[in-house]
């Protein structure tokens, strides 16, 4: 399975899960809290920040702002669905500011594309590489349009079937787009554990040989983290401040708090997960001497008897004749004089 990697950062099966703080519109349209984010999500050790790149114009019809659609259950929402989408856009003076900061901070950013237009900003900042949203997936002249930068793609699954996750990656290999990465996703925020289907991970692996991660739109830590134990090379969750603010995405977002603890232990996860070799490591052959058991005897033997099983125990320590070599022995004439519960020793046999 060919893996990809992003600014050297190895995604796949042989790395530990690379998370992705997504930013995506809970900045809110506020530049201050963007860098917050920003701060927060690489104090919390995310591998990436990452944003959406979209306009006004770019991803919403007229007809649909016109029904003042609303994408969210937030009642608190005043704005029409165009203020909102006109408020938390990111314009390509803010997107290049977002970028450098990145850079200083040593964070790697990119972003989801839906246009051609943020594809051609997105390659003008340089990004390492594009993610496609879960809707897209059957927007095939965009993935041909991502596929010629070269660049690795990120394509969530959320809302797809099969044949069109296989058309999607077929898109963007004929048109030349670097290594390939899916995420199993279920486009529904928050996303109630029973319809998550986490064994969609290993299906996906499977069926079309590529690296698989996990959008996340649940409630906490625990599903994400379950997905790494599943095979998930990479973890992509909302991120915010305070699961209380007004906005599209916050409280299916993981805090601070919650985001630095799936950082550290999606990683002992991987590191537990190990491989399917069996071996008995240096520390547990020592603990074997101390744990297991060794042959015992419950009286006294003399010299020139023979051994019955009757005659003998088993009892910490293991250093000595194991329980599995009791046939061995049994009917063998002991060679010397033996106490009551001495441990017995090969050399004490004829």
Request: proline content about 5%.
């Amino acid at each position: 399975m060919e893996e990809l990697s992003i600014q050297g950062r190895v995604i796949g099966a042989s790395a530990p899960p690379y998370v992705v703080a997504e930013i995506g519109a809970n900045h809110n349209g506020d530049m201050d809290l963007c860098i917050k984010l920003i701060d927060a999500a690489k104090d919390s050790g995310a591998d990436a920040v990452k944003f959406q790149s979209w306009s006004k114009s770019s991803l919403i019809s007229n007809p649909e702002y016109a029904r003042n659609t609303r994408y969210g259950t937030d009642s608190r929402r005043l704005p029409s669905l165009e203020d909102e989408v006109e408020r938390y856009q990111l314009t390509p003076a803010q997107h290049r500011d977002v970028a450098a900061y990145c850079w200083e901070r040593r964070i790697t950013f990119f972003s989801s594309c839906f246009s051609r237009e943020e594809v051609d900003l997105l390659e003008s900042l340089d990004v390492p590489a594009y993610k496609i949203a879960s809707m897209d997936v059957n927007y095939l002249p965009l993935l041909e349009y991502v596929g010629r930068t070269g660049k690795p793609v990120i394509l969530s699954t959320g809302l797809a079937t099969l044949g069109e996750i296989e058309r999607a990656l077929e898109t963007l290999r004929g048109a030349g787009s670097g290594p390939a990465a899916l995420l199993h996703c279920v486009s529904i925020y928050p996303s109630p554990p029973e319809i998550v289907n986490l064994r969609n991970i290993d299906m996906l692996r499977r069926a079309f040989d590529v690296p698989v991660g996990y959008s996340d739109h649940t409630i906490g830590a625990a599903i994400p983290l379950a997905s790494v134990a599943l095979g998930a090379c990479l973890i992509e969750k909302h991120f915010t401040l305070d699961k209380g603010m007004t906005g599209w995405d916050h409280a299916v977002s993981a805090d601070p708090e919650e985001l630095t603890y799936m950082v550290q232990e999606s990683r002992n996860i991987f590191s537990a997960l190990g491989t399917t070799v069996r071996k008995i490591n240096d520390t547990q052959m020592e603990k074997r001497k101390v744990f297991r058991r060794r042959m015992v005897t419950k009286r006294r033997l003399t010299k020139g008897e023979m051994l019955g099983l009757e005659d003998i125990d088993f009892k910490r320590p293991g250093t000595g004749i194991c329980p599995d070599e009791l046939a061995y022995f049994v009917s063998r004439r002991v060679v010397r004089d033996i106490e009551a519960e001495d441990e017995l020793e090969r050399s004490d046999f004829a």
